[in-house]
């Protein structure tokens, strides 16, 4: 059984340009850091093979100390480390992944066409290949078959399974139909695994969340892998973590945010509510976490009485709701009020209370 490490689109040196200057720069110190996050979990975990199919930078422009990181972080680990550029990390003469800078760990494809990597001492072949500029149009899997050797064939690439985009789109036949016994995939930012498929394949996501459009755990997929089966689970790198909460407006903030301190959290205050002091709930929010976002789509409290005098039917239904209320002992009072809620919204024609 053979044991990775996979991960992709860690998208170094971002500008996260909707940060104030010094937190963006703080952002991409911290994913500098992730890098001895993501090196741990190999040494913990076993790791004898990583797999990095693309996105490690955000663009061709890298910082220095960035580089120097990274291929130190690559350099210090045990087992072969195998990198597919991506269409942010394109491979070109004047790329970071051309420079004479990386340790003998690591290896780097440079060829749109699909190439073979083996590792005898581990009984294992990669096959990959590299963006070598922004845009792909082709299945880089069309046609493609693994060797059958007698080795263990592993995928590694940059591209989007079933779409239609100018990143490289893998038709789910060609991984069918690739003999590979795991496929190692990057591009899409949120995590997915095939276990079942022909070729079982999997995105590990991208590697840290840089918006609100990437919440929750991040990090890389451990896959342990043999013959025809591969399993695989998420394990979270370190760092901030984006949350997008909606809570009622009576909800205990403090509970809410709990274990967040470090966090980007965006939360929507929704129900019925009075006055709600916000700049108060702000200030709270604030504390309790990295960055806090406050939506206040809250509406004002309805008059549950206000049809009462009505010679109607609805009139006649809350007087009686009202005098049931009234007599009721405090267990029965919640059914009541929902009762009431609910023969309120079908005399409405409503789907539901307000």
């Not at 407006?249 to 403090?254: F, I, P, S, V």
């Not at 109607?312 to 007599?327: K, P, Q, W």
């Amino acid at each position: 059984m053979l044991t990775l490490l996979h991960a992709a689109d860690l998208h170094l040196d971002s500008p996260f340009r909707s940060l104030p200057a010094a937190e963006a720069q703080a952002r991409r110190a911290g994913q500098r850091k992730a890098l001895e996050g993501l090196r741990d979990l190999a040494l913990d975990h076993g790791a004898e093979l990583m797999l990095l199919p693309g996105d490690l930078f955000d663009s061709q422009q890298v910082y220095p100390e960035t580089l120097e990181t990274l291929a130190k972080t690559l350099g210090s680990l045990p087992c072969p480390v195998v990198i597919a550029p991506g269409n942010h990390d394109y491979y070109s003469e004047r790329s970071p992944y051309a420079r004479p800078i990386w340790p003998e760990n690591v290896h780097i494809f440079t060829s749109e066409a699909v190439t073979a990597l083996p590792f005898p001492e581990l009984g294992v072949t990669v096959y990959g290949c590299a963006f070598t500029s922004p845009f792909r149009d082709d299945d880089p899997l069309a046609g493609f078959a693994a060797e059958r050797d007698g080795t263990l064939a592993i995928g590694c690439f940059h591209g989007d399974v079933g779409g239609r985009s100018r990143y490289a789109p893998i038709a789910p036949e060609s991984l069918a139909h690739s003999g590979l016994a795991y496929a190692a995939l990057g591009h899409v930012h949120a995590m997915e695994f095939h276990a079942d498929a022909p070729t079982p394949w999997a995105y590990s996501g991208c590697a840290q969340g840089r918006g609100f459009d990437e919440l929750g755990d991040k990090g890389a997929l451990l896959a342990r892998v043999e013959g025809g089966r591969a399993e695989s689970r998420l394990l979270a790198l370190p760092g901030p973590r984006y949350w997008a909460l909606s809570l009622p407006a009576e909800a205990d903030l403090r509970q809410a945010l709990a274990g967040k301190e470090g966090d980007y959290v965006r939360l929507t205050l929704t129900g019925r509510s009075g006055a709600l002091d916000l700049p108060a709930l702000q200030d709270l929010g604030e504390g309790l976490c990295r960055v806090f976002q406050l939506r206040d789509e809250t509406l004002p409290p309805l008059d549950l009485w206000a049809r009462a005098e009505e010679d109607t039917l609805t009139g006649h239904f809350v007087r009686e709701l009202r005098g049931r209320l009234d007599a009721a002992g405090d267990a029965e009072k919640p059914l009541l009020l929902d009762a009431l809620r609910w023969g309120l919204a079908a005399l409405e024609g409503r789907e539901g209370p307000q």
